[in-house]
């Protein structure tokens, strides 16, 4: 997992730590939903309920998240055994569009404007 699978058991302000006790500064700041900072006592309130289930930092694979990957697996017409979560849309295009490439093997890609529409792929 290349380091990415260090689960996280503290956070305050800008550090974070993981389960040996290491200190880390957390550049990622939740991708901008730290706004209200590390550990906001309103939302430690909401969470609490479902704390053992939760690993908030995307770095890592939750138990949350394995068990959505598992049921879409489940209920998803044929063999899905792949999931690939998004932080944002953009994130979800660039990753379709690297695994096109991948999947096709080809390096470019025909743009569709209205225009191109009415003509012949």
């Known amino acids: 997992m290349l380091g990415y699978d260090k689960r996280f058991t503290k956070a305050q302000e800008t550090k974070v730590f993981d389960d040996e006790g290491i200190e880390y500064l957390d550049f990622l700041a939740g991708y901008g939903a730290l706004n209200l900072g590390h550990n906001h006592p309103e939302l430690l309130q909401a969470l609490e309920k479902v704390s053992d289930m939760l690993n908030i930092l995307q770095a890592s694979m939750g138990v949350v998240a394995a068990s959505l990957a598992e049921n879409l697996a489940k209920i998803t017409p044929g063999d899905l055994n792949k999931t690939f979560f998004c932080n944002s ?12 490439r991948i999947s ?6 025909r743009i569709l404007t209205r225009l191109h529409l009415s003509q012949p792929l």
């Open 89 to 100: 849309g953009a994130e979800a295009v660039e990753g379709a569009l690297k695994l096109a």
């Open 104 to 109: 096709t093997g080809r390096k470019k890609f």
